[in-house]
């Protein structure tokens, strides 16, 4: 006989994208479950319930408290999926918000030199500890992370990860042309140790973390980079292919003249075996309809980042065409390009950046939540709140924001959602559960 469980009931309203299996985003109408006064049941980090709390399950559960169950009160208050980042860079947390230019120059200026810094181990410490701190403070339960060219400051990355209780999908930067000489790698020791790193930590603290390739973008990248990338990434199945794709005009004209046998950006990264289940394309702005007909046969990910198109002025993403094409794509916040971590602001930007085309808060909610999860082949296990998924969760406090009214609580839910959304950030949270871990609570 096993020792009996305790089961965790946070009781609040409870409101999360509903699943629907084989629906592609073309078909989905972006509903929710909507418990005003609900319970969310969580055994040993998985989902085991999600009931009313006034149905005679929540009655039957509610029965247990005091014996086998403990219940967190979270009324006034919304329980909702952890949010998912589908791009952003550890090691620029230094440099948010330095801006005034286009993407290569503001690279130079910037963002080369903080991350050559991460030759030091201490600094590289003290940054990836500070970094999984804000992730959960902002939410964020799930992320894709760029670190630097450095293998030690990646394996002090992912211990610090594995300390904080974080989900997230990272791995090296692959670096081996045009860049600072701080910046270069020998190609052979780049694949080398990348390998080595997707060995040692993907699957690595039961799941939670998970190995993404990373070679930076087109032009700082040889073809036998490339080439060899593309041999590891597919040779190692489950792991990731994480990269920037079609972001600035200047960007693009370089990787065209660099690589003049491929149709398009997106046709440079197909040809090195770079495209596919579990490849993230970080941006993705200036495609045209064949990148995205192979983005969707591909079943490839792509990340769309309005705050930092914003910062950076790099242009809009074809939000609409990409829904249409049925294509699998989240949010990012790719900090510090984008300059905040919250994805109530991501969501805000994304409607924000379309001159001509209205983004409802529920698909946004979606987006920034199952939307991800999904696009990273991970919908099964997180994103939503369902039973037998993994618990990771926030609890959100929308009175904790100025500009929200009072008795916000009693509007309807889609009036709430819209609330986070164009009000929200940061300090709506107040506590963060990865795998029905606490990584965050508010001081109060
Ligand atoms: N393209 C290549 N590197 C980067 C980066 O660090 N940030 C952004 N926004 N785009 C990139
Ligand atoms: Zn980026």
Same mark, same amino acid.
């Given at each position: 006989?096993?020792?009996?469980?305790?089961?965790?009931?946070?009781?609040?309203?409870?409101?999360?994208?509903?699943?629907?299996?084989?629906?592609?985003?073309?078909?989905?109408?972006?509903?929710?479950?909507?418990?005003?006064?609900?319970?969310?049941?969580?055994?040993?980090?998985?989902?085991?319930?999600?009931?009313?709390?006034?149905?005679?399950?929540?009655?039957?559960?509610?029965?247990?408290?005091?014996?086998?169950?403990?219940?967190?009160?979270?009324?006034?208050?919304?329980?909702?999926?952890?949010?998912?980042?589908?791009?952003?860079?550890?090691?620029?947390? &230094?440099?948010?918000?330095?801006?005034?230019?286009?993407?290569?120059?503001?690279?130079?200026?910037?963002?080369?030199?903080?991350?050559?810094?991460?030759?030091?181990?201490?600094?590289?410490?003290?940054?990836?500890?500070?970094?999984?701190?804000?992730?959960?403070?902002?939410?964020?339960?799930?992320?894709?992370?760029?670190?630097?060219?450095?293998?030690?400051?990646?394996?002090?990355?992912?211990?610090?990860?594995?300390?904080?209780?974080?989900?997230?999908?990272?791995?090296?930067?692959?670096?081996?042309?045009?860049?600072?000489?701080?910046?270069?790698?020998?190609?052979?020791?780049?694949?080398?140790?990348?390998?080595?790193?997707?060995?040692?930590?993907?699957?690595?603290?039961?799941?939670?973390?998970?190995?993404?390739?990373?070679?930076?973008?087109?032009?700082?990248?040889?073809?036998?980079?490339?080439?060899?990338?593309?041999?590891?990434?597919?040779?190692?199945?489950?792991?990731?292919?994480?990269?920037?794709?079609?972001?600035?005009?200047?960007?693009?004209?370089?990787?065209?003249?660099?690589?003049?046998?491929?149709?398009?950006?997106?046709?440079?990264?197909?040809?090195?075996?770079? &495209?596919?289940?579990?490849?993230?394309?970080?941006?993705?702005?200036?495609?045209?309809?064949?990148?995205?007909?192979?983005?969707?046969?591909?079943?490839?990910?792509?990340?769309?980042?309005?705050?930092?198109?914003?910062?950076?002025?790099?242009?809009?993403?074809?939000?609409?065409?990409?829904?249409?094409?049925?294509?699998?794509?989240?949010?990012?916040?790719?900090?510090?390009?984008?300059?905040?971590?919250?994805?109530?602001?991501?969501?805000?930007?994304?409607?924000?950046?379309?001159?001509?085309?209205?983004?409802?808060?529920?698909?946004?909610?979606?987006?920034?939540?199952?939307?991800?999860?999904?696009?990273?082949?991970?919908?099964?296990?997180?994103?939503?709140?369902?039973?037998?998924?993994?618990?990771?969760?926030?609890?959100?406090?929308?009175?904790?924001?100025?500009?929200?009214?009072?008795?916000?609580?009693?509007?309807?839910?889609?009036?709430?959602?819209?609330?986070?959304?164009?009000?929200?950030?940061?300090?709506?949270?107040?506590?963060?559960?990865?795998?029905?871990?606490?990584?965050?609570?508010?001081?109060?």
């Amino acid at each position: 006989m096993g020792s009996a469980k305790t089961t965790y009931l946070y009781r609040g309203h409870i409101v999360s994208p509903v699943s629907k299996e084989g629906a592609d985003c073309q078909s989905l109408q972006y509903d929710f479950i909507d418990l005003r006064d609900g319970l969310l049941a969580v055994e040993e980090g998985r989902i085991v319930a999600v009931q009313d709390a006034s149905s005679l399950e929540g009655q039957i559960l509610l029965g247990k408290v005091g014996s086998s169950a403990v219940l967190v009160d979270c009324s006034e208050r919304l329980i909702m999926p952890g949010l998912v980042d589908m791009h952003l860079h550890l090691p620029q947390v &230094t440099q948010t918000a330095k801006s005034g230019q286009h993407l290569l120059s503001w690279l130079n200026q910037y963002i080369f030199p903080a991350e050559a810094r991460f030759a030091e181990d201490d600094h590289a410490r003290k940054i990836a500890r500070w970094f999984f701190k804000e992730l959960a403070a902002n939410g964020t339960t799930l992320a894709v992370v760029f670190t630097t060219i450095h293998e030690t400051a990646c394996r002090i990355a992912f211990e610090e990860a594995e300390a904080a209780g974080a989900r997230v999908i990272m791995g090296k930067v692959m670096m081996d042309f045009h860049s600072p000489e701080a910046l270069t790698e020998k190609t052979e020791e780049s694949l080398a140790q990348s390998l080595a790193l997707a060995q040692r930590w993907h699957g690595a603290a039961d799941g939670l973390l998970q190995y993404a390739f990373t070679p930076r973008f087109g032009v700082t990248s040889t073809k036998e980079l490339l080439r060899g990338c593309g041999e590891l990434w597919n040779s190692l199945p489950g792991t990731y292919l994480h990269t920037h794709l079609s972001e600035a005009r200047e960007e693009i004209s370089t990787v065209s003249s660099m690589f003049p046998e491929s149709r398009s950006y997106l046709d440079m990264y197909s040809r090195f075996g770079l &495209t596919g289940k579990r490849s993230v394309f970080a941006h993705s702005i200036h495609l045209d309809d064949q990148d995205f007909a192979h983005v969707k046969e591909s079943g490839s990910a792509l990340a769309h980042c309005p705050s930092s198109n914003f910062f950076l002025k790099s242009g809009v993403f074809h939000y609409k065409r990409a829904r249409e094409c049925g294509c699998l794509f989240g949010l990012g916040s790719d900090v510090a390009a984008g300059p905040h971590m919250s994805l109530f602001e991501v969501m805000k930007d994304a409607n924000f950046i379309q001159p001509d085309y209205w983004i409802e808060p529920r698909e946004l909610f979606y987006r920034a939540t199952l939307g991800g999860a999904r696009a990273l082949y991970m919908g099964e296990q997180v994103g939503s709140l369902e039973v037998g998924k993994e618990a990771d969760f926030i609890v959100v406090d929308p009175r904790a924001k100025s500009g929200i009214v009072d008795n916000i609580m009693s509007h309807p839910t889609d009036e709430i959602l819209s609330c986070l959304v164009f009000l929200g950030d940061d300090r709506l949270i107040d506590q963060t559960y990865v795998r029905g871990r606490l990584l965050f609570e508010k001081s109060k």
